[in-house]
Each structure stands twice: as C-alpha cells, then as structure tokens.
C-alpha cells in the first residue's frame, strides 16, 4: 500500500472511531485542516519538479477527495444515529387505545320523566313545572289536608327558616300542589268564558319534579320525585283515571297484560281515593302487587280552591313515583343507587 493509500486508510479508521459530530470534526481537522496531513502534503509539491509535481498533485487530489467522501459518509452515519436514538426516545405506541371524549347520558330517573311526559303527551296532556320551595297554603290548605293532619309534622316536612302565613316555607312533600298552581292559572285564562257560561278547555296536565320528606333508607330518599296527573272538565270520571291510567302503566312498561288494582285509601284532596298497585304478568317480579301510584277524584274543596264551581267542573287526579318506576323498569333495588352519583352505575343506563 503506498503512502497516500495508507493516509486515506488511517483516515477512514480516525473518523469511524469518531462517536460524536465533535469527535469527527477534531479528526477531520488531523487531515483537511490547516495543519492537517493533506495540506501538508500539497504544501511539500513546491518542492517538485515540474513533471512530477503534475501527477503527485493528481495523487493527493484523489487521496484528498476520497478522504472527504469517507468524511461525508461518517457524518450522514452519526446523523442517522442521532436521528434513531430521538426517535427512539420519544416513540409512541400508536397500538395503545386513544383518549376518547367521554360521553354523556341522561340519568336513569330522568330517562322515566321523559317517557312519561312522552306516553302521557300523547294522551294530549300537557307538562307544567313548579317551585320545590313551597308555601303551606300550596302544599296543604287549598289542598283541603286540615290543619292537624300528621303531613304537617315537622316528622315528614322539611320547614324553611323564617316564612309567614303565605310565604313559602316548606319543601313540598309531594306536587300536588301543581293541581292547584296550574288549575289558577288555567282558570285565571278561562274566566270571561266561565262567568259567561260557556265552557273552558279542560285541565290536562302532569306535573313532574323534585320533592321532599324526612325519611331515608332503602327505598326512601329525603330528595325524591314525584309527577302529579291532574283532569278536570264537566264530564270526567273515574273510568277516565282507570283508562288512563291502566294505558299509561302498560305502554310504560311494554306489558299489554299488565294488571291494575284500584285499591281505597284516603287521601285529604281526593274523595273516593284509591292506591294504584300494579302486577307484572311475566318476569322476575310476576305475581306481586307493587303499588305505585296514589290517586282519586278530586275532592270539591280542592275545585273550590281552583277558583271552579265544584257542581259543573269534576275530575282526577294521581301522584305516581318516578323513582320507583325507574327501580321497577330496570330492576334496581336500592332507591339510594340513584342518588350516590356513582358513575359505574349510571353510565349503564346510557
Ligand atoms: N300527593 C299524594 C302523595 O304524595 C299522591 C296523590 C296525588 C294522591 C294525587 C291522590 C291524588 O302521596
């Protein structure tokens, strides 16, 4: 190997030792630098004959360039190295699940108020809301429950500081007393009509919502729902309610044989009164009488109340529990379920 060769040898073994950018450029310096081994070399042709001086020269060129393609090479080399290693470090496992939008879902409790706003829209009733902060003139009085009905110790109702007479003060117990807010109004719209002896529209209306009692354990929650029915016209009847009704329960629970029982009960504004127990035909629960509703004709004290002649103007009304029809629908036994806010259990009524 002549001397030139070996020159381009030790240089490529200089550079591929190199391990970093700065390591190469230091070893590049040894042969292409200033005072490098090449620029020696033609510095040393000066000394040469003519005719010798022009292959030499050629020589060294050759040497000179192949030393820099060896340069070149080293470089792009550690560049890759460097460019793998980044890579490397910051790879991403394209295999592992995304990070998705979490989706959203109506609460199970509010999947039953849209049913039954919706199986009772179509009976041609309409949706009214009211306050949950009550007055006792709402929630008892117009509602003809006496002023030492047990409903109004302090062992069911939640009273609200401060309230006088007919401010409100109370969270209601139950909605009924949205027979009486909306029927006022209702009437209120009605009235030229009414005095003048002609007819007004009839009173169709649930009244779902929020309501309170002191009470809590399995299957009782101080916070709970009811949605009160209310029917009022010149020629409405108990058969109505039992038609409604009955309807109502078998489209809402997709059971064209389910049975209904009109059991008597009391309650202060309806008079008869009767407890609306149902009986699934098939399934787990098939057999037993669940009872679900509260309901009756509406008392004439309570017509009264509503600003109606209670000789001319009859009628239902019936107060069923959302929150049991959704435990019932959906086989849930722990009324509490519904109110802990437990995620792994709601996202299942998506
Ligand atoms: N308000 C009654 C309750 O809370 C239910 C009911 C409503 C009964 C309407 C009759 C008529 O239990």
Redesign the pocket.
């Known amino acids: 190997m002549n001397e030139l060769d070996a020159l381009v040898e030790s240089a490529r073994a200089g550079f591929a030792q190199a391990g970093t950018p700065a390591d190469l450029e230091n070893a590049k310096a040894r042969y292409l630098g200033k005072a490098g081994r090449i620029t020696e070399l033609m510095k040393g042709l000066g000394a040469l004959p003519v005719d010798e001086k022009k292959s030499r020269g050629a020589a060294i060129n050759l040497a000179k360039q192949a030393i820099e393609t060896a340069l070149a090479e080293r470089r792009q080399a550690l560049a890759d190295a460097e460019m793998l290693v980044q890579l490397r470090a910051e790879a991403l496992d394209v295999t592992l699940p995304g990070r998705q939008r979490g989706q959203g879902g109506l609460h199970p409790v509010s999947l039953t108020l849209e049913r039954i706003e919706a199986i009772f829209g179509s009976m041609g009733f309409e949706v009214a809301e009211g306050p949950e902060i009550e007055s006792d003139w709402f929630n008892f009085t117009a509602?003809n429950t006496p002023e030492d009905h047990p409903a109004r110790s302090m062992h069911d109702t939640f009273y609200v500081e401060g309230g006088s007479e007919k401010a409100p003060n109370l969270l209601r117990?139950?909605?009924?007393p949205m027979?009486i807010r909306h029927a006022v109004q209702h009437v209120k719209r009605h009235r030229a009509a009414l005095d003048a002896g002609r007819s007004m529209p009839e009173i169709r209306v649930i009244a779902p919502g929020r309501?309170y009692r002191v009470d809590s354990d399995a299957t009782h929650s101080p916070m709970f729902h009811?949605c009160?029915?209310?029917w009022i016209g010149e020629n409405v009847s108990f058969k109505d309610l039992k038609f409604v009704f009955t309807d109502f329960c078998r489209t809402f629970f997709e059971s064209d044989d389910l049975v209904l029982r009109f059991r008597p009960?009391f309650?202060p504004?309806?008079e008869p009164?009767a407890e609306i127990d149902i009986q699934f035909q098939h399934g787990p629960l098939a057999g037993r009488w669940l009872e679900v509703?509260?309901?009756?004709q509406?008392h004439p004290n309570v017509v009264r109340n509503m600003g109606l002649d209670p000789e001319r103007h009859i009628g239902?009304?019936?107060?069923?529990g959302p929150d049991r029809l959704t435990m019932l629908r959906y086989g849930v036994n722990d009324l509490r379920l519904f109110f802990d806010g437990d995620i792994r259990f709601l996202a299942q009524f998506r």
Do not use: C, D, I
Request: net charge negative; hydrophobic share 40%.
């Open positions: 509602l117990t139950h909605t009924s027979q309501t009811q009160e029915g209310l009960s309650f504004f309806t009164s509703a509260g309901s009756g509406v239902f009304a019936f107060g069923m």
